[in-house]
Nanobody
Framework: QVQLVESGGGLVQAGGSLRLSCAAS????????MGWFRQAPGKEREFVAG????????????YYADSVKGRFTISRDNAKNTVYLQMNSLKPEDTAVYYC????????????????WGQGTQVTVSS
């Protein structure tokens, strides 16, 4: 069974921080593109941050949505098959359900058509 399980969401005051984790199992994800999406009530799901492999190297290219750049940091631990999203200086507009996603194809991932998705974790930022 292939699955992604998010954790670390919760309620935080504006200006605070949260660290989300996405634990992957069922296959090797180290060479996959992985990332985070979020969806707020009444809004479309949007890309937040992601990785893609740089050729056959251990280097990864990272990309962030403009709305979170400078505040959020994505990282991964290949040995643990886990990806993280460190969220600092949180704002009420960051409130959403956050989803982890993975796909061998970075273009599928970016357009929201990833093969693998987590169940989501709620992040609520109070003013």
């Amino acid at each position: 069974q292939v699955q992604l399980v998010e954790s670390g969401g919760g309620l935080v005051q504006a200006g605070g921080s949260l660290r989300l984790s996405c634990a992957a199992s069922g296959r090797t994800f180290s060479s996959d593109a992985m990332g985070w999406f979020r969806q707020a009530p009444g809004k479309e799901r949007e890309f937040v941050a992601g990785f893609s492999a740089s050729g056959a190297t251990t280097d990864y290219i990272t990309y962030y949505a403009d709305s979170v750049k400078g505040r959020f940091t994505i990282s991964r631990d290949n040995a643990k098959n886990t990806v993280y999203l460190q969220m600092n200086s949180l704002k009420p507009e960051d409130t959403a359900v956050y989803y982890c996603a993975a796909d061998p194809n970075v273009y599928k991932l970016r357009r929201g058509a990833a093969a693998y998705w987590g169940q989501g974790t709620q992040v609520t930022v109070s003013s």
